[in-house]
């Protein structure tokens, strides 16, 4: 025979269910915060990898700026590159280049690491014209000559471009991480490179 169920002993059942939900629901809400942050990471990066990608194929394509007026504008082409895919709609970084720390153009070796101080820095600020439209970024360090680049069949030189970005948290997610953490969960530094060889001469 089963056991009849009194108006107390339904209470007591509502009590323990509303314990279980108010258990279970911060840990539900933390996860959903989780994967919403991961996919505007994940976005970002996305970002990050086509900007460094299309400098790097600018780079490539410029090799030693012959084909320019002026040798020496060759980087000014590939940061161009750069933060038009950063600018371009839909861009999640369109709205604070500020939060971009570095554009590293730099001469690469067969690992596609930096050789030596062959590298030219930029970063925010107001730059030089290119195409009509001002840059966002000028010239901070110089140490690879644009014009000294080798674009030879034999063994061309690799230019490297990286990127380097402070992300900051859309959900509040990174509040909660910082509550229970001790902070430091609301900046998130990134960075992406690509390296590609010069493309040959004739």
């Known amino acids: 025979m089963t056991p009849r ?27 959903l915060l989780g994967l919403l942050e991961f996919g505007f990471v994940f976005d970002h990066l996305l970002t990050l990898s ?44 369109r709205g604070d280049l500020t939060r971009v720390g570095e554009i590293r153009v730099y001469k690469a070796d067969a690992a596609g690491n930096q050789v030596g101080s062959a590298v030219n820095v930029w970063v925010p600020g107001v730059g030089p014209t290119v195409d009509g439209r001002q840059l966002s970024f000028q010239l901070q360090s110089s140490g690879w000559a644009q014009c000294t680049r080798s674009n030879a069949t034999s063994h061309p030189d690799s230019i490297g471009v990286s990127v380097t970005y402070a992300y900051r948290a859309v959900t509040p997610l ?29």
């Open 5 to 31: 169920l009194t108006p107390r002993h339904r209470g007591g059942e509502r009590g323990q269910s509303l314990v279980e939900l108010s258990l279970v629901l911060p840990v539900l809400l933390v996860l």
């Open 50 to 93: 086509y900007a460094s990608r299309e400098g790097a194929r600018t780079g490539a394509a410029l090799a030693d700026g012959s084909a320019l007026p002026d040798c020496a504008d060759v980087d000014e082409y590939v940061v161009s590159a750069v933060e038009r895919v950063l600018t371009s709609a839909g861009s999640p970084i």
């Open 174 to 202: 990174a509040g909660i991480l910082d509550v229970v953490g001790g902070g430091g969960w609301s900046t998130l530094p990134m960075a992406d490179r690509t390296v590609m060889a010069l493309n040959p001469s004739d």
